[in-house]
């Protein structure tokens, strides 16, 4: 009985090993499961702004494919506006476990990836780990995103068509007789009307980081020259600009003619506004952005872009006003292109699945599904796709949707695979088509300034710029321009003209090497 039991269980043996034998011999091997034995990978991304109230079930939706295809999670968290200039580079020195962040031009990437807080993105590795967005990708892109001859973010590869915009209140300012408003530097009447006839509205509403300087920005684009820092962003400041009219690529300086006194005469406004009420007091504690504030109500003037005004002109709809759209342009009716770089997003330095948050951005910037899913939503439930337009379901207004595109700060995303929207106001319509004749191509698009020998001096010309200049730029000092020359004072003695110095060398090896 034992011979017969050993025979029985030998064949059984010799069975199953030729089966696995003629499984493997024939190319198709044993699958390995995605999930079930396998542990699920939770990755952490941080992006800006705030998490609409419809996000969880994005995020659990978006979780759902994300386990079946590549086995992960993500878990998202928010550097709110108004946190930006401290939480940001916090979060990447602080050793928090952090497996991708927003990154872009304007948003501290080169001197991040400068200091060592971005992980090198090499060729290779898009191309084995993001087969899609190498595809996808103009080598512009990776090109722009060099920093020191190396790449530490993965660019957009579709970039934004958008220019910075003033929205105003339409029917305020039919309701007091007032004309077309064309320009910024055409507010004054509209806002002295607001603050005589609304009581319960402050007509500009800033918070401390986004909307801080933008009235003076705005002004001093307007006025010209219309410049942009080559160092610093985001409210960050160098003191090094260029005039984005300009193809030579001149270097400024904002103690040097023309742009001292185009400076000046912008700030002397802009007090002149903050003394009569027109822009909030508390601005340096405000974490409301200006956009919300006019959402609420509770403000007449908002500062955005093409793309991010598109929830706050419905909101206001629904409510019964008109939204005008004001473009902030230069003194030649122009703004820049954006860069690849102008979004995107970075691996930070303590990731520890580089190739899988790799693999997952793949997904989200380039599958059509994944992409229109973190861009505007749960279909059926925040949107609906009729005649190749994607609209509201029935019955719902932009007020009710808890998931409004563009909002979620997915940004990085292929934009060109979105389907158009239905329901654009004529105004809306029409600045949207307008935008095309605006812009212009930047002569510093793939610049990335190289701040390791002058980090230091950056770092407190910086904290100098804010605590001299921003109240000037915010209309909050008593005499202009006493304020202006104690900025000056200090900013030189922080190490500008080392900074400028640099600065002019290493734009001169860019222009050279184009």
Not at 233 to 247: A, E, I, Q, R, Y
Request: contains cysteine.
């Amino acid at each position: 009985m034992n011979k017969i039991k050993w025979m029985l269980t030998s064949c059984v043996h010799l069975m199953l090993c030729l089966s696995l034998s003629a499984c493997f011999s024939s190319g198709k091997g044993l699958k390995e499961p995605k999930s079930g034995n396998t542990k699920v990978v939770t990755l952490v991304g941080y992006l800006i702004g705030s998490a609409p109230s419809g996000l969880s079930d994005v995020l659990a939706e978006l979780n759902k494919k994300l386990e079946k295809e590549v086995n992960a999670r993500v878990e998202l968290r928010y550097i709110q506006w108004g946190d930006m200039a401290a939480r940001y580079p916090l979060v990447l020195s602080s050793g928090e476990n952090v497996d991708f962040i927003f990154a872009a031009n304007w948003a501290y990437y080169s001197q991040e990836a400068t200091k060592g807080s971005f992980q090198e993105i090499t060729e290779d590795l898009v191309k084995k780990y993001m087969p899609k967005h190498d595809q996808a990708t103009n080598a512009m892109a990776w090109k722009e995103a060099e920093v020191g001859g190396k790449v530490y973010m993965i660019p957009s590869s579709t970039p934004d068509i958008k220019v910075p915009v003033t929205l105003i209140r339409g029917d305020l300012r039919k309701k007091y007789g007032l004309p077309e408003i064309h320009k910024v530097s055409e507010l004054e009447p509209f806002l002295a009307a607001v603050k005589q006839n609304e009581p319960n509205m402050v007509p500009i509403r800033v918070d401390k980081q986004y909307d801080f300087n933008k009235t003076h920005a705005n002004l001093q684009w307007e006025l010209g020259p219309a410049t942009v820092d080559l160092i610093m962003t985001t409210n960050g400041f160098s003191g090094v600009f260029t005039d984005w009219d300009d193809p030579r690529g001149k270097i400024l300086s904002i103690f040097d003619e023309p742009l001292r006194s185009n400076y000046i005469e912008v700030a002397q406004t802009v007090k002149r506004w903050y003394d009569k009420g027109y822009i909030n007091h508390d601005a340096f504690a405000n974490k409301i952005r200006s956009k919300d504030s006019f959402e609420a109500g509770t403000s007449a003037v908002a500062y955005g872009n093409s793309n991010d005004i598109q929830s706050t002109i419905a909101k206001a709809e629904k409510q019964g006003w008109e939204v005008d759209i004001i473009p902030n342009l230069s003194p030649k009716k122009t703004y820049m292109m954006d860069s690849y770089i102008n979004n995107g997003v970075a691996i930070p330095t303590d990731s520890k699945h580089k190739e899988l948050a790799m693999q997952v951005l793949d997904l989200i910037m380039e599958d059509p599904e994944y992409n229109q899913l973190v861009y505007y939503g749960i279909e059926e439930k925040n949107f609906v796709v009729e005649n190749g337009k994607v609209t509201f379901p029935v019955g719902m207004t932009a007020e009710q949707n808890d998931y409004a595109p563009d909002a979620a700060g997915f940004w990085f995303t292929n934009k060109s695979k979105l389907l158009p929207t239905e329901g654009w106001n004529d105004k809306y319509a029409r600045h949207k088509e307008e935008i095309k004749q605006m812009l212009i191509p930047f002569t510093y698009s793939a610049f990335n300034f190289n701040a390791l020998t002058v980090q230091a001096e950056l770092d407190r010309i910086n904290e100098v710029a804010i605590q001299y200049l921003n109240p000037i730029l915010s209309g909050m000092v008593q005499d202009v321009d006493k304020a202006f020359l104690q900025a000056e004072a200090e900013i030189n003695q922080a190490g500008f003209n080392k900074v400028l110095e640099e600065a002019s060398k290493q734009t001169r090896e860019y222009l050279n090497s184009q």
